[in-house]
C-alpha cells in the first residue's frame, strides 16, 4: 500500500466506510467498534514513503465527514492529528515491534472512537466499548500483521 | 528510506488544519451550518442508488418476476383445469338429472318479447322419438315439468325460445306435447286479412293451411309471416309462427300452402309451459 495514489485511496475509503456502515450495527451489540475508516487512512500514511501534506489528511478527512454523515470537522481533526503523529515519529515506528505497532493503532482506534462518541453519541459513551474494541482492535491487527508470513506473495510485494 | 522530518512550517499548517477543523466543527455541532450541503450529498447517493438499481438490478429482476409470474399462471391454470375436470367428474351424473343448471332466462325473455303476461312453469323434455318425428306423421313429445305444480296442464301452449311448439294434450303421470307438426294439430294462425287453420303436416317443421279464394281474395307471397290468432283460446294471439315456403292450388277455388315453422322443438332440452 506503499504510495497509493489519491483517487485508489478515495475510493477504498468510500468503500471501507460502506463497509463500515453495513457491519457497525451489528458489532456495536457485542460492544465492539472498528473504525475501518480511520484505520486504512492511518495505515496509508504509515506505510507512504513521504510525510503527508496537512491538507491531503484535512481534505480526506472533510469527505469522510461528508460521506459518513459525520459532524463535519470531526474526521478531518482526527485524521490531522493521526497524520501529524504517524509523520513525526515515523522513523521512531522503525524501532517498533509488530505487537507495539498493533498496541499503537489500536490506541489510536480506541482514541478515535472515544472522541468520536464525544460528539456522535455522548449519552450511552461506553467505557466497556473502549476496552472490548482495544482488546478486538489488538487481536484483529495482530491476526492481519501475521498474514504476511502466511500468504507469500504478499511478502514480496 | 527514512522520512525527512516534519518542519515548522508543517507543523504550523497541522496547527492551523487542526484548528480549522475544530472551527468547522464547533459550527456545525453549534450552528448546523453544514446541513444542506449533508443533504445534499444523501439526496445525490439516493437519487443515483435508485438510478443505478433501476438500471442494473430492475431489469433482471423484472424478467425474473416475468418468468416466475409466468410459470406461477401456468401451475394455477394446470391446477384449475385438473379441478374443474375432477368437478365435472364428481357432478356429471347429478348435472344430468338436476334442474340445478336451469336457466329460464331465454323463455322469460321470449314471452316479454311477446307481451304474454301469463304466469309459466319451465318443463324439461323427458323423451322425443326424433326418428318418428323425421319419418312419420305422430309427431308428439314427452316433457316434465319442473316443480311438479297441482295444475291440470291439458291445453297448454308449449314454447320454447323461438316460439310456439305445440300444446299438452296429457297430463297425468307423464305429460304429452302435440307438436304444432303433428297430423291432429290444429293452430288458427293470420296475416293481415288472411285466417286460416293451419294443420300439422306431418313434415318436420313445416305446417299446412288451406283457404278458398272465394272468401279470401287476396294473394299469399312466399315468405310472408303468419302469426298466431288466439281464436280458440288455446294458443296466445299475435306470436310469430312462420312464413309461407310453397304454395299449391289444389282447385280452382282452394289454395294449400305450406308454412316453415320458427320455433323447432329440437332446439333445446328445456321449454316453458304456459298456464292455461
Known amino acids: ?157 | 528510506m527514512s522520512r525527512v522530518a516534519l518542519t515548522h512550517v508543517s507543523k504550523l499548517l497541522y496547527f492551523f488544519c487542526i484548528v480549522l477543523s475544530f472551527f468547522l466543527l464547533y459550527i456545525d455541532v453549534n450552528y448546523k451550518s453544514f446541513e444542506k450541503a449533508k443533504n445534499l450529498y444523501k439526496s445525490f447517493t439516493i437519487s443515483s442508488s435508485y438510478i443505478l438499481k433501476r438500471v442494473t438490478i430492475d431489469p433482471f429482476y423484472y424478467v425474473y418476476e416475468i418468468s416466475k409470474e409466468k410459470s406461477k399462471l401456468i401451475e394455477e391454470n394446470k391446477q384449475l383445469k385438473q379441478e374443474l375436470d375432477n368437478s365435472f367428474i364428481k357432478n356429471f351424473l347429478i348435472s344430468k338429472d338436476s334442474n340445478f343448471f336451469v336457466d329460464d332466462s331465454t323463455i322469460k325473455k321470449f314471452l316479454n318479447l311477446n307481451h304474454i303476461k301469463k304466469p309459466f312453469h319451465l318443463a324439461k323434455m323427458n323423451f322425443f322419438d326424433v326418428e318418428k318425428y323425421l319419418c312419420c306423421s305422430q309427431h308428439r313429445m314427452f316433457i316434465k315439468i319442473i316443480g311438479n305444480p297441482d295444475i291440470d296442464f291439458i291445453g297448454s301452449t308449449v314454447i320454447n325460445d323461438q316460439g310456439i311448439v305445440g300444446q299438452i294434450i296429457y297430463d297425468k303421470s307423464t305429460t304429452e306435447v302435440l307438436l304444432l307438426t303433428d297430423v291432429a294439430s290444429v293452430i288458427p294462425i293470420v296475416s293481415g286479412n288472411h285466417f286460416c287453420n293451419a294443420r300439422g303436416s306431418g313434415r318436420p317443421g313445416v305446417i299446412s293451411c288451406t283457404y278458398s279464394k272465394l272468401i279470401w281474395p287476396d294473394s299469399i307471397e312466399i315468405g310472408q309471416d303468419f302469426y298466431s290468432s288466439g281464436i280458440g283460446g288455446i294458443y296466445p294471439s299475435k306470436i310469430l309462427i312462420g312464413n309461407v315456403s310453397n304454395i299449391n292450388a289444389s282447385d280452382t277455388s282452394n289454395i294449400v300452402f305450406d308454412l316453415n315453422l320458427v320455433a323447432n322443438p329440437l332446439h333445446g332440452n328445456f321449454l316453458g309451459v304456459v298456464e292455461p
Open chain 1, 1 to 157: 500500500m506503499s504510495n497509493i495514489s489519491t483517487a485508489k485511496l478515495l475510493i477504498l475509503i468510500y468503500i471501507a466506510n460502506l463497509i463500515e456502515g453495513f457491519i457497525a450495527p451489528l458489532l456495536v451489540k457485542a460492544y465492539i467498534n472498528i473504525p475501518i475508516t480511520f484505520l486504512i487512512f492511518s495505515f496509508a500514511i504509515y506505510k507512504s514513503r513521504f510525510n503527508t501534506n496537512a491538507f491531503y489528511a484535512f481534505l480526506f478527512g472533510l469527505c469522510v465527514d461528508f460521506i459518513s454523515d459525520s459532524p463535519i470537522g470531526m474526521n478531518a481533526a482526527l485524521f490531522l492529528m493521526m497524520a501529524y503523529v504517524v509523520n513525526s515519529y515515523a522513523n521512531t515506528f522503525k524501532l517498533f515491534s509488530s505487537i507495539q505497532i498493533c498496541l499503537f493503532f489500536s490506541g489510536s482506534s480506541v482514541f478515535y472512537i472515544g472522541f468520536s462518541h464525544l460528539f456522535i453519541n455522548l449519552e450511552n459513551f461506553s467505557y466497556l466499548i473502549l476496552f472490548i474494541s482495544f482488546v478486538i482492535n489488538t487481536f484483529l491487527f495482530l491476526i492481519v500483521s501475521m498474514l504476511r508470513f502466511y500468504f507469500p506473495f504478499s511478502r514480496l510485494n
